[in-house]
């Protein structure tokens, strides 16, 4: 089967199965695509002969129960994986191999799938377009030197360019849903709490959450329902019912009731995006639900806010990489010096500009200025959120305010970078669960996503939404394969 | 109710001095795994062979409350008469240093797990009450080792992440003495507990000092100094007394004390600067965001307070009220807990008819001699409790004299033995047949004639002389409350 690699999850899961393909056949097919496609540059480390030996060994004695029966996929650089480089897309953690697995990639190695190696994303997961990689630029397979968005960059490249068939990433202001607005996929960002962060490199904690990235809404709820788990590793991990996603995904969403907030309607939004909520708003009137037009008063602090939060705790939660333990060193003089030399040259610009924001903001004289009000604002947003969910049960929004923009466009203008996650951030703040499914293009065929939000832990009704909604778009993602000479 | 205590102060020319002193306690919870991390706690490991990686800031690791050290921070606590938050939440300290994996210490700021309190000193002239401001849990910090090598510093982490409660008085302290009272009633409080050591040597407990100075009768306080980790009771005193006869010289120079961090050198016996105020670290203290705040229930605080054991005061109490001891011998008894135990343990084995001062004096005295001179624990004492408690009935009921009791306390040391079977065999049975103390008294007086007439004559010292020649005709066996009524009868 030539084809192997445009084959989604479920098809993948279906033909294995069904004993049509061994799980040799689908990673060697993965394999000879990724090492194909190292134009767009989204590996930083491939575990290619490891991925072709555990293939085998499970051919040998399939067991074919499983959820991801052998199915070969390839993860972001922050998940560490045990005796596989885990770099964090940084230079300070380069040489890092973990002795230990991430809860996340844990749960889906139990459940049958092969790693496939370790994917680019900006470093500690903290940029817009995966352009802060200490591992360069990745390459979006939608067209040349396009950003795949960020920060989990590599894996939305990787999924649309159908190097692994789906992927996990991180989101800790829209990392995941972002980079699947920029690149035609689906990506879900769960409810904080619901993927145990044990494992994970942390950027903001408070923020951070794993989850699934893939061609279709039904492998996103498979994934989801595999690396959603309760974790006592992690004390923020939440014991709820988690549901049979994949299982229990309907299309049927007559009378739901579907939040269009005004404040979204943000200046200077292209027509485009303007016309594409538009549009989605028709779709799920077409699917039988209704629309309300509601206000979530605070969302214009969300974007402020956020970069109050992420960096103070970001600023603490990179302390740890001072050269003394693990990865890179810098020789110094004495302590101070090589803690100096150390993280100069082992962070990147935008790490080292977060690191300082962060500190500013938590020092004593301003903490109460920044830090505690922007915790406050905090509380407002999600309050905002709580309010409307009296009255709808999920709300409706563009992922971002454009699409992907071209390699370079925006690197020294980091507010213009930081505006586009002006969509996603407030659902990071208030710790809901959000998709952003492809829903169009926009003039220069560059795709385009429209983002549903829930409330707290009703994973399964956005992925019942975006769902129903995928049937009426039927999306087609435009990949040329540019990048196969 | 407290009565003043003899004052301690400095004086210079025409002005005295007040001494004013809070102390930071640190005490290290007393559990078999660390706060945040299942590794072990034990004193003495080989380095780094006690390191989880949460203990060693791995990426992706992240901290898990050990509900053990909840436990022990609570009934601490309870012990110190304290109020419990419900709700306590756990910061992030941020600084660099090599022996502090995560570039942070995770410890409580705002809102400790334990509020204000009190403790009550048994000061030589009356009570003094000391207040509480806060307990809260923190992590301790690794080990830096610079002389191992002349190039590199070594770090140990083995002490990283373990618990401990920092324990924060108010300025109520006034004296070096006082604060050593201080410090053994801390001790004392959380022995009995069992949520801390109190080994000072192993480091379970150390102190920062803050002290300052002010002109007697003043109200307002002196600039504080701050003098970090003395991890001795000797050192402690040491340090305060030198640091109130610097500030107080400083002030007497017209020069004002500067806010700052000091170390005690204990081989020159003085402290120093370590840092200014302004070199003050910003510990950039915010909500660990890995932690939710922590959640106490009501039912938990009482099922703790349920289980709270007896403690120093109150056993104090119950010894002058039931054994009616004097609250002097009560407070030396029950200072320690292991003295309580093995004090009520010769008490239940005396049994009905018991001697409680004679108990307490023996305890005192010659176990406590014993124990100093060997350098042992009471709770590794030569002698049982049992034992000993025969060994008091014995001399009560008469069978034995006190002095004799001596002889035969030193017999039992070796060996823990039976100071009845001793007596058996060494026949120290005191001789308290009346009859036969007669005559031995009349063979006496017969031999020595003039001596009986020069005291009937009113040389009345000769007395003891009698005694004397009677105990040793008997060989100190007997009966010496019978051979003085003998003798008074017979002279």
Known sequence: ?485 | MSKKNSEYLINRKDNQYEVIIGLEVHAQVLSESKLFSTSATKFGAEPNTQVSLVDAAFPGMLPVINEFCVKQAIKTGIGLNAKINKRSVFDRKNYFYADLPQGYQISQFKDPIVGEGKVILDMPDGQKEVGIERLHLEQDAGKSIHDLDPQNTFVDLNRSGVALMEIVSKPDLRSPDEVSAYIKKLRSIMRYLGTCDGNMQEGSLRADVNVSVRLKGSKEFGTRCEIKNVNSIKFMQMAIEYEANRQVDMIEEGESIDQETRLFDTKKNETRSMRSKEDAHDYRYFPDPDLLPLEVSDEFINDLKKNIPELPDDKKKRFIDEFKLSPYEATILVSDIDTAKYFEEVVAKMGKNKDMKLAVNWITGELFAVLNSKGLEISQSPVSAKNFAILINLIKNGTISGKIAKTVFELMIDGDKDPQIIVEEKGLKQQSDPKALEALIDKIINDNREKAIEYKQGKEKLFGFFVGQAMKASGGKANPQLINKILKKKL
């Open chain 1, 1 to 485: 089967m030539s084809d192997i690699t445009k084959q989604s999850l479920s098809e993948l899961v279906e033909n294995i199965k069904n004993k049509k393909l061994s799980s040799t056949e689908v990673t060697k097919a993965f394999i000879d695509r990724s090492e194909k496609s190292k134009e767009l540059n989204t590996y930083i480390t491939e575990d290619f002969t490891s991925a072709l030996n555990k293939a085998k060994k499970f051919d040998q004695k399939p067991n074919l129960d499983l959820k991801l029966p052998g199915v070969p996929m390839a993860v972001k650089d922050l998940f560490c994986t045990k005796d596989v480089k885990t770099t964090a897309g940084s230079k300070i953690l380069n040489n890092f191999v973990p002795t230990y697995e991430s809860t996340v990639t844990d749960n889906i190695w139990k459940e049958g799938a092969i790693l496939l190696g370790k994917l680019n994303c900006d470093e500690f997961a903290m940029g817009s377009s995966n352009e802060t990689s200490f591992f360069g630029n990745v390459q979006n397979p939608i067209d040349k030197d396009l950003v795949p968005g960020g920060s989990s960059g590599g894996s939305a490249s990787a999924v649309a360019g159908q190097l692994t068939p789906i992927t996990i990433g991180t989101d800790t202001g829209g990392s995941i849903r972002q980079p699947a607005s920029f690149t035609g996929t689906v990506g879900l960002k769960p409810t904080y709490g619901s993927c145990s962060r044990y494992g994970i490199v942390a950027f903001a904690s408070s923020l951070d959450q794993a989850g699934p990235m893939a061609q279709n809404v039904k492998d996103c709820a498979l994934l989801q329902e595999v690396i959603s788990s309760y974790d006592p590793k992690d004390s923020t991990s939440i014991d709820f019912k988690r549901n049979q996603y994949s299982k229990e995904l309907t299309n049927n969403i007559k009378g739901k009731k579907i939040g269009i907030p005004k404040e979204y309607r943000v200046d200077g939004m292209p027509k485009e995006i303007e016309d594409l909520w538009q549009k989605g708003i028709q779709y799920v009137k077409d699917c039988g639900a209704e629309t309300i037009d509601i206000s979530l008063p605070h969302t214009s602090y969300a974007l402020p806010t956020y970069y109050i939060v992420a960096p103070a705790e970001a600023s603490s939660n990179l302390a740890r990489y001072d050269g003394v333990k693990y990865g890179f060193r810098a020789k110094g003089e004495n302590l101070i010096d090589m803690y100096e030399k150390t993280r100069s040259e082992g962070f990147g610009a935008e790490v080292q500009r977060r690191i300082m924001i962060g500190t500013y903001v938590l020092s004593s004289g301003y903490y109460d200025a920044y830090y505690l009000k922007a915790q406050k604002v905090r509380k407002l947003i999600k309050n905002d959120f709580d309010k409307v969910y009296k009255k709808v049960d999920a709300i409706l929004t563009p992922s971002t305010p454009s699409s992907a923009f071209k390699i370079g466009e925006k690197t020294n203008d980091p507010v213009s970078m930081y505006l586009n996650d002006i969509f996603t951030v407030p659902v990071n703040l208030a710790g809901l669960p959000a998709i952003s499914i492809p829903a169009g293009h926009d003039s220069k065929g560059y795709p385009l996503g429209l983002q549903i939000i829930g409330k707290a832990f009703d994973e399964q009704n956005i992925l019942n939404i975006a769902f129903a909604m995928e049937e009426k778009i039927n999306f087609k993602n435009k990949i040329t394969d540019w990048w196969i000479k």
